[in-house]
T-cell receptor
Framework: GAVVSQHPSWVICKSGTSVKIECRSL??????MFWYRQFPKQSLMLMAT?????????EQGVEKDKFLINHASLTLSTLTVTSAHPEDSSFYIC????????????FGPGTRLTVL | LAKTTQPISMDSYEGQEVNITCSHN???????ITWYQQFPSQGPRFIIQ???TKVTNEVASLFIPADRKSSTLSLPRVSLSDTAVYYC?????????????FGTGTQLKVEL
């Protein structure tokens, strides 16, 4: 398979601060990366689609100015939660796609964000 | 994207075969069916994918009837470590470059 990493694996921050989460494809180049959010006992909800070198496409109801996504290279996408509030506390998961590996999406291990 | 319906939860015992059925009445002609497994505080893991009839790999089998309006994930001889949430997804191509819509999933609990 292919490996996708996320950093950090967990983060605790104060309300009002910004937090950056990295998603890396370690052994393949990902033309597209996706960002999901998952609240406790709930399913994954797609937040945005990130294509290398272009602006991210956000799902309805997701604030693009609050959740900044940058896909600067074929192996790295970042999600920045700006001015975080307690309601932003969640499990954030990224996935990466490459046509070179059976068109499969590979998921990262997730990042647990807790906003105090 | 086709909507899927799965049981919220299932219980089983070690060594038994578990079958999880997913309904997707509005599946489109070019949609594939994919199953993912998720453990707590981890990202989903691909299990199996199919278009029609039966697909088998080293961990599971996927049965798809001719009308493709449902599918059944079969896990042979489950163990405690198979306790997880299982998601059924349908979507165009293999879902690689396309958006994946996760349903509620099925929480499988395996006991001794």
């Amino acid at each position: 398979g292919a490996v996708v990493s996320q950093h950090p694996s967990w983060v605790i921050c104060k309300s009002g601060t910004s937090v950056k989460i990295e998603c890396r494809s370690l052994d393949f180049q990902a033309t597209t990366m996706f960002w999901y959010r998952q609240f406790p006992k709930q399913s994954l909800m797609l937040m945005a689609t990130s294509n290398e070198g272009s602006k991210a496409t956000y799902e309805q109801g997701v604030e693009k100015d609050k959740f900044l996504i940058n896909h600067a290279s074929l192996t790295l996408s970042t999600l920045t939660v700006t001015s975080a509030h307690p309601e932003d506390s969640s499990f954030y998961i990224c996935s990466a796609f490459t046509s070179a590996k059976n068109n499969e999406q590979f998921f990262g291990p997730g990042t647990r964000l807790t906003v105090l | 994207l086709a909507k899927t319906t799965q049981p919220i939860s299932m219980d089983s015992y070690e060594g038994q075969e578990v079958n999880i059925t997913c309904s997707h009445n509005n599946i489109a002609t070019n949609d594939y069916i994919t199953w993912y497994q998720q453990f707590p505080s981890q990202g989903p893991r691909f299990i199996i994918q199919g278009y029609k009839t039966k697909v088998t790999n080293e961990v599971a089998s996927l049965f798809i009837p001719a009308d493709r309006k449902s599918s059944t994930l079969s896990l042979p001889r489950v163990s405690l470590s198979d306790t997880a949430v299982y998601y059924c997804l349908v979507g165009a191509s293999t879902g690689g470059g396309n958006k994946l819509t996760f349903g509620t999933g099925t929480q499988l609990k395996v006991e001794l």
